[in-house]
């Protein structure tokens, strides 16, 4: 009775929301009512796919196995199975990537899984994958959804970085590539979407945990720290199935050591007539520098979830995740920096590109010895609600809310600094290292000197910004189902989102900072800042040949007391305008909010879609879905104007000039766009083993968030002084869609597929530098337009086979393959680019993976071969060059051996083979990167019942 009156008051309080499902039954005069319906609608299918009815109308519970003609399936295995139940059983184009049981995901990290996926290639960073690319677009491109739900994210941008989001959690990731009336908008490339496990998922009591020994070496091999990692997971169900609850745990933390070697861009245009006439348009590195950066990653989550069905129409489901991303770094790094003014000889090739110069002996370029620090301590937080009432047999009606925060706030705890020994009587030689190792210096004074160290740059914060983002969505969805007529099914729905996003970056103010100490003029002895030698080792496998193991280190702390105290700012010219500034700063250098990085961007999305769903069970059933969405996006951008008073070159430092700002001005601007979407979806079962499907339809991705910024950033290097600044009148990127593809199903873990795209985007963002001059100065001036289209298209190759007709014991072995291409019109190489000025996608390159299993009785093994061609990564990276990322390949490894039928081991392996990731620009004999990262290893004991 209590049941019946709490569903009822339920039902009341939703009456309002609920008009649209009045009309329901203008549509009998058409078909008649069909049997129930199974829950649909974003927020419904997003928790729901992994529901397996049985025969009684219960879930099959996730820590059973599934049977397959008297075969039993578990572990990887069933995670290919429900993979390919759920490609086959969609309308839209879709791959994922499953649980193989409760808490047990295929991969270490989600992104890693993701990459198994055809057309899906990732980025990496620190050792482990953090974003992906669908398709060739970016992760700007790809809408990430964590239970049908946007997530807010710390990133400065749009991209979505997996690595906040521990694998444990997950029950399910599917990549849909072809949109639906129902997908929010967002993802040209794809809408992904992270289904995390409920408690209707399982029957009665089930837990499960693991505890692995985590073992990461930059130089290969088992070294440095051993660390833990451990989760668990517990939740009940009671016996009817009309409440349960789940809750996870996660613990995870990893020491690394990344190491890298960067020219911070290629200067063009260099004008060298000086030395000979015709070298008027030279390129050549802005530095040489190396780093070890020394980090501790830690992540923390808790996942939990409550499902309850208060009437036998009407459910209830609340869940809730919390995940921190904690990295603590220390880099140690040693730079030689450009100084074009003191180059006495140089020779170019033909391109222009420089193949050795020398300076002179005045000291214009130093050994700058650096010490800095950028930690990460990023918030991720979401909370909704769904509730779910089946009307009658044909109708029902759900309404979605939910709440998602993050935040990172470590601006000012990061800093960077110098201290540095000029080259005074030395005449360092520059050698290019051509298309497979950076450049090299020789002939610089000794790097292990700590009795000749000087101040040259001493900031607090600057190192990344302070970030927050917070959404708030509501989606009300009806539908409508029919069980005579070719008409089966109708949908609609409203949602409402509202997104903002703020970033804010803290810095030592100017005239305590770098106005004064900048410029290698104060003498900083050596046990005044505990100076000694530091030993690096071969950078990136000695991709700098002559660049030194060992070099200068120092600690912060004591710099930052030596540099306040009179036996530092009395070496200065002005030593009472110093102590002056530094009263003012609370009498150190800690580091201020800088109003000029300030940017705040509201938008409030609101979207409406209605769809149709046609089918037609004959000798060759299809299906058809056919829909429109409108979307409404309205965009307010907030900053801070400051007008630049002056502007005057460093005296100490002519590599640098110190500028005076004027007072702020708050600046405001708004900006709106609407668009309709419509989208057709196709399927026909060809035979019961072979699909045919084909969609068409028009998608958006909204500007980046950086690009609608308002605030100005300026760079005040003589040789190279730019200006950046927003645009918060850009409209979305949009695209028309075509797909095809066809699927050929052996068995229910084996198949082959190729799907072809075409996607015609317009209004891409494309970066417009212009000359410029500001009170007296030459600057580029650069900012973001609505300018360009292109053309992307391409096919993806799937062919997975389970090979049970080999002979024992080799019927257990298995392969997962695919290919994806993709290519642009507007695919030209990078040193076309730079020369003509032309648009190019970034992201587009081809990708595959290849990956042989064996699972027979209690062993499971994996071996995965991962690889990307050479990409474009940024239209203007450093110094405004294009920039590309080298083709790369590793190979990962995973094996487990089940003890019994709740307890097994495992061991998982990344980068087996070591590979270090390298980019350049324009031209590959002008590498401007490479970065180190090792393997890491995990192994564990897995428990569950």
């Not at 009045?22 to 927020?43: E, H, K, T, V």
């Not at 409440?243 to 020219?263: C, I, N, P």
Request: net charge negative; aromatic share 10%; glycine share 8%.
């Amino acid at each position: 009775m209590q049941r019946k009156v709490l569903a009822l008051s339920v039902r009341n309080a939703l009456a309002g929301m609920i008009g649209i499902g009045l009309i329901g039954g203008s549509f009998q005069a058409c078909a008649q009512d069909a049997a129930p319906a199974a829950p649909a609608g974003p927020a419904a299918q997003s928790q729901d796919t992994n529901a397996t009815p049985t025969a009684d109308g219960k879930v099959k519970d996730k820590k059973s196995v599934t049977n397959l003609n008297g075969v039993q399936v578990t572990g990887q295995l069933q995670s290919l199975y429900l993979s390919q139940a759920t490609k086959r059983d969609s309308i839209s184009v879709v791959d994922s990537v499953s649980a193989e049981e409760a808490g047990k995901f295929p991969d270490q990290n989600v992104a890693d899984a993701l990459q198994r996926v055809p057309g899906v290639s990732v980025n990496r960073g620190g050792g482990e994958s953090n974003q992906i690319t669908v398709r060739g677009f970016g992760p700007n491109f790809v809408n990430v959804l964590v239970n049908g739900r946007t997530m807010a994210t710390a990133a400065t941008d749009r991209a979505f970085d997996f690595d906040v989001l521990p694998s444990e959690i997950i029950q399910q990731a599917v990549v849909q590539k072809t949109a639906t009336p129902d997908t929010e908008e967002g993802g040209i490339g794809g809408t992904v979407n992270v289904i995390t496990a409920r408690p209707f998922d399982f029957n009665g009591w089930h837990a499960a945990g693991s505890a692995a020994a985590v073992n990461d070496h930059t130089g290969g091999g088992f070294g440095g720290k051993t660390t833990p990692k451990v989760s668990g997971m517990i939740g009940n169900t009671n016996a009817d199935h009309t409440f349960g609850w789940l809750a996870s745990v996660v613990y995870y933390k990893r020491d690394h050591v990344q190491q890298t070697m960067d020219t911070g861009g290629w200067l063009s245009n260099q004008d060298f007539s000086r030395i000979n006439p015709a070298y008027t348009n030279v390129s050549l590195p802005q530095t040489l520098q190396g780093q070890s950066t020394q980090e501790t990653r830690t992540r923390r989550s808790f996942n939990g979830a409550i499902d309850w069905k208060p009437a036998d129409d009407f459910t209830v489901k609340v869940d809730g995740l919390f995940s921190e991303y904690q990295v603590d770094s220390d880099v140690r790094g040693f730079g030689l920096y450009t100084n074009t003014g003191i180059i006495n000889s140089i020779s170019p090739d033909a391109n222009g590109t420089a193949q050795n110069f020398g300076v002179d002996a005045s000291g214009g370029m130093a050994n700058d010895y650096i010490v800095s620090s950028v930690p990460r301590d990023a918030f991720n937080t979401q909370v909704g609600a769904n509730f779910n009432w089946q009307i009658d047999p044909s109708m029902q009606v759900d309404f979605d809310s939910a709440v998602s925060r993050a935040w990172n706030k470590k601006s000012a705890d990061s800093n960077f600094t110098v201290l540095g020994t000029r080259n005074i009587g030395a005449t360092p030689e520059w050698q290019n290292g051509g298309s497979n190792h950076l450049p090299s210096w020789s002939g610089f004074l000794p790097t292990d000197d700590i009795d000749s160290l000087h101040a040259h740059v001493p900031n607090q914060g600057t190192q990344s910004a302070n970030v927050t983002d917070a959404i708030f969505e509501n989606k009300l969805h009806f539908s409508k189902s029919f069980v005579d007529g070719t008409l089966s099914r109708l949908d609609f729905g409203v949602s409402s989102t509202q997104r903002k996003k703020t970033k804010l970056t803290y810095k030592t103010p100017d005239d305590v900072a770098c106005a004064v100490y900048c410029g290698y003029a104060v003498n900083v002895p050596a046990d005044a800042v505990d100076a000694h030698v530091y030993d690096g080792g071969s950078l990136v496998d000695g991709v700098s040949s002559t660049f030194p193991h060992q070099w200068v280190t120092y600690n912060t702390d004591k710099l930052f007391q030596y540099l306040a105290s009179p036996a530092a700012y009395n070496q200065l010219a002005n030593p009472s305008a110093f102590q002056a500034a530094l009263a003012a700063n609370g009498g150190s250098f800690d580091a201020r909010p800088d109003p000029s990085s300030y940017a705040q961007i509201k938008e409030h999305t609101t979207s409406a879609y209605g769809s149709a769903t046609f089918e037609q069970d004959n000798a060759m059933p299809w299906t058809l879905n056919l829909g429109m969405r409108y979307t409404k996006t309205d965009t307010t951008s907030r900053a801070f104007s400051i007008p630049i008073l002056n502007i005057a070159v460093n005296p100490a430092d002519p590599t640098n000039a110190i500028p005076t700002y004027g007072s702020l001005t708050p600046i405001s601007q708004k900006g709106d766009y609407h668009y309709w979407l419509p989208s057709a979806n196709f399927k026909l079962n060809l035979r019961d083993d072979l699909v045919f499907r084909a969609a068409a339809s028009k998608t958006l991705t909204r500007p980046d968030l950086g690009d609608l910024a308002l605030n100005v950033r300026y760079n005040f290097r003589p040789q190279d002084q730019t200006i950046d600044q927003g645009n918060a009148n850009l409209l979305p990127y949009v695209s028309k869609n075509y797909d095809a593809g066809l699927e050929w199903y052996f068995n229910e873990t084996s198949y082959t597929a190729i799907d072809l795209f075409y996607k015609k985007v317009s209004n891409f963002t494309t970066k417009i530098t212009t000359n410029a001059t500001l009170l007296g100065f030459p600057f580029q001036l650069t900012e973001p337009v609505n300018l360009n289209d292109a053309t992307i298209k391409g096919a993806e190759v799937t062919f997975n086979y389970q090979f049970t007709r080999l002979p024992a014991p080799f019927d257990g072995l298995g392969v997962a393959t695919n290919y994806t291409y993709v290519t642009s019109d507007t695919s030209i190489s990078s040193d076309h680019l730079a020369s003509t000025g032309r648009f190019a996608v970034p992201g587009i390159g081809n990708s595959s993976n290849f990956s042989v299993y064996y699972q027979k009785g209690p062993i499971e093994l994996r071996a995965a071969y991962n690889w990307r061609q050479s990409y474009l990564t940024l239209l203007a990276g450093n110094q405004g060059q294009p920039t590309s990322v080298k083709s790369y390949g590793q190979v990962d490894l995973s094996a487990s051996y089940n003890l019994n039928k709740h307890a097994s081991i495992f061991l998982y392996a990344t980068n087996l083979t070591n590979e270090n990731v390298y980019q350049y620009q324009v031209l590959s004999d002008r590498l401007n990167y490479a970065e180190a990262n090792g393997r890491t290893f995990f192994v564990g004991v897995r428990g569950s019942f």
